[in-house]
């Protein structure tokens, strides 16, 4: 056991010597992953941030149940319990045919017409909220309470919502493939950078290996240096993500508290910060792996 952590501890000092021998060459390199990563994870919380205004703050879509003109009280008491039991509403309003008729009698111009009329044209109305604002399930909620009795018309507020959600998807799609350009990248990055240290030391990895050195012995400086690219990598990306989101929340301030919305970005979790590390490390140490697999390979097989 003691045998195997001082191999590692070795390894990992050889690894350090390694960036310490090019820091400019190396801090240049980790810079480039610092923005291959905090690019993509900052457009993601951007988004993120958008679709909970989008979807919360900015506007609640809803739907307005109209009742048949002969839906009696009866009529009306049975959607309401209706509507009080189903799970996926949120809050709903009931506006009574007689109180919709005096709005529109204060509507000016209006007055005069709706006094002229021998009967109320205007159906019994709920106003409903649902928990998801999704456009599939507002779908399905019109859908179900459609079908419900003495109710002749479901209206969706749902063109808004689709749009919204049409704008987040594009949004998505983009930042995804963003992500995959940028992670190829970070991924060549070190792979490229541990391919020129394992070419360098191509020598003294086949000396090692004709006195006996297994692959995983020689492979392992290298993988730690991958680590560790990856891993500082992460640290200047997270860095650049508070400094990014102290600025964003700095420069909305003015609007936010013109238009009374919440608009700050909250500032990066513990879990976001180790699910970063630990992503950036893994992909460090496999492109290292990679960069160094070939090298090994020859040398085991130098025919």
């Known amino acids: 056991m003691l045998g195997w952590l001082h191999q590692h501890r070795v390894a990992m000092v050889q690894a350090l010597r390694r960036l310490a021998h090019f820091p400019v060459t190396n801090l240049l390199g980790i810079l480039l992953l610092a923005f291959a990563l905090g690019l993509p994870a900052g457009l993601y919380r951007l988004m993120d941030r958008a679709a ?47 109180e919709a008729l005096a709005d529109l009698k204060t509507v000016p111009g209006l007055s ?35 079908r419900w009795n003495k109710v002749q018309r479901v209206q969706l507020d749902s ?55 297994t692959s995983g012995f020689i492979r392992r400086p290298f993988l730690y240096f991958g680590i560790l690219q990856g891993f500082l990598g992460a640290i200047f990306a997270q860095i650049l993500l508070w400094a990014g989101s102290l600025w964003f929340n700095h420069a909305v301030s003015p609007i936010s508290t013109l238009y009374g919305l919440n608009l700050q970005l909250p500032m990066p979790s513990l879990q976001d910060t180790a699910q970063l590390l630990l992503a950036a490390s893994l992909l460090g140490g496999m492109s290292a792996f990679l960069a160094t697999f070939k090298v090994l390979k020859g040398v085991s097989d130098p025919s």
């Not at 983009?174 to 030391?201: C, D, E, K, P, Y």
């Open 52 to 98: 909970t205004l989008g979807h919360g703050a900015l506007h609640e879509p809803h739907l307005t149940l109209f009742m048949a003109l002969d839906a009696d009280d009866a009529a009306v008491r049975e959607v309401w319990e209706s509507l009080a039991k189903l799970g996926d509403v949120k809050k709903f309003r009931y506006v009574s045919n007689t």
């Open 112 to 146: 005069d017409a709706i006094n002229a009329l021998d009967h109320n044209p205007l159906p019994h109305t709920f106003i409903v909220q649902a928990k998801n604002t999704s456009p599939q399930a507002l779908e399905a909620l019109r859908s179900q309470m459609a």
């Open 159 to 213: 063109a808004w919502a689709q749009r919204l959600e049409a704008l987040l998807q594009f949004g998505r799609e983009g930042t995804h493939l963003l992500t995959i350009v940028l992670l190829t990248t970070l991924v060549l990055t070190v792979f490229n950078t541990v391919r020129q240290h394992v070419m360098s030391a191509q020598e003294e990895i086949e000396v090692a290996s004709l006195l006996g050195a």
